[in-house]
């Protein structure tokens, strides 16, 4: 789903976050997004996600507006992971269930996720007592499940360790083939050379 932002404008109270003139994220591509710490890109990706409907300006997403059918196909892993209060298997089931996928195919997925990530020991656990590392990991599963064609990441390796970055990276780098638009946020120019097709810089003035 392609993203296109035209003179977006942010403010908190009188406060001017952000204008931006235009903005472009293309499908089938690893869009990176980088900038200093407060500059707003969590709260521009709570904007693309449709979660903050107050701002100026418009985002058209294949040419059109945000809608709920469109809003099913969008995800954002925020950089403080939400985690429900069940099972890490019932954390990654849940958007499944939500959109109504048989049991069986529910059960194949969590399954294939659980293996991906790692979480076999965890599979039982209750999500909100992972440490931050194991929320992340949960958090990208819970995501990718349902195939979404926009995915927005937030930082989402932020509190991953060394051994786990590889296979955090692969599993992104390998979901891009879907064709998907993945707009990533990071601040470590090392991993946006590793996985980005394009870099936006958001800074002041823009
Ligand atoms: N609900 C809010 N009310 C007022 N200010 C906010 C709110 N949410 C975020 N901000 C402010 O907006 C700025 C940008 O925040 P954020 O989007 O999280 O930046 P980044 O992700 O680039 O570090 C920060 O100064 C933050 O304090
Ligand atoms: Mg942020």
Known sequence: MDVYIENLKKQFNKRILFELRDMEFKSGRINVLMGRNGIGKSTLFNIIAGLDEDYEGSIAYDGEAL??????????VSQK???????????LAYPLRLRKYSK????????????????KELRDQNGRSLSGGEMQRVSLGRALIFSPKLLLLDEYTASID????????????????????IIMITHSKEQAERLGDSLVYMKEGL
């Open 81 to 91: 992971p939400y985690i429900l209060n069940r099972s890490v298997y019932e954390n």
């Open 104 to 119: 069986r195919e529910i059960e194949e997925k969590v399954e294939f996720y659980i293996e991906k990530l790692q979480l």
């Open 67 to 76: 809608s709920k059918e469109k809003m099913q196909d969008i995800t954002l």
């Open 162 to 181: 060394e051994r786990s970055l590889g296979f955090m990276e692969e599993i992104v780098l390998e979901y891009k083939e879907t064709g998907a638009n």
